[in-house]
């Protein structure tokens, strides 16, 4: 499974920003009845941490609640793409933003959970 994000930038607090992490590969397609997506963040000194995630079949989702009410994970099932919407940013938002994926139906918030990661993306948030 190949994983690519995209999307990150510079945005003022209180903005938007709008991710996308695009799946490829046989793997993928062969088990997204399995696939949990999930996005993790990691700011400079920090360890990462778990943003949010989706199951590939169903489209349930789950947040941390530092994001709750603020951002919206969502798929593209033709796309074979997830997004990470970013609404009303904070400075302590900025991170570096990954996007990873299991194939065995692992609901974890913790990064040991996936397997599969994309190269990340950087969001930086000025106050």
């Known amino acids: 499974v190949q994983l690519q994000a995209s999307g990150g930038g510079l945005v003022q607090a209180g903005g938007s920003l709008r991710l996308s992490c695009a799946a490829s590969?046989?793997?993928?397609?062969?088990?997204?009845?399995?696939?949990?997506m999930g996005w993790f963040r990691q700011a400079p000194g920090k360890e990462r941490e778990f943003v949010g995630y989706?199951?590939?079949?169903?489209?349930?989702?789950y947040y941390d609640d530092s994001v709750k009410g603020r951002f919206t994970i969502t798929k593209d099932n033709a796309k074979s793409t997830m997004y990470l919407q970013m609404n009303s940013l904070k400075p302590e938002d900025a991170a570096v933003y990954y996007c990873a994926a299991n194939l065995v139906g692992s609901m974890s918030t913790d990064p040991h959970g996936y397997n599969y990661w994309g190269q990340g993306t950087q969001v930086t948030v000025s106050s």
């Open positions: 989706i199951k590939w079949s169903g489209g349930a989702t």
């Open positions: 590969g046989r793997a993928f397609s062969n088990y997204f009845r399995r696939t949990v």
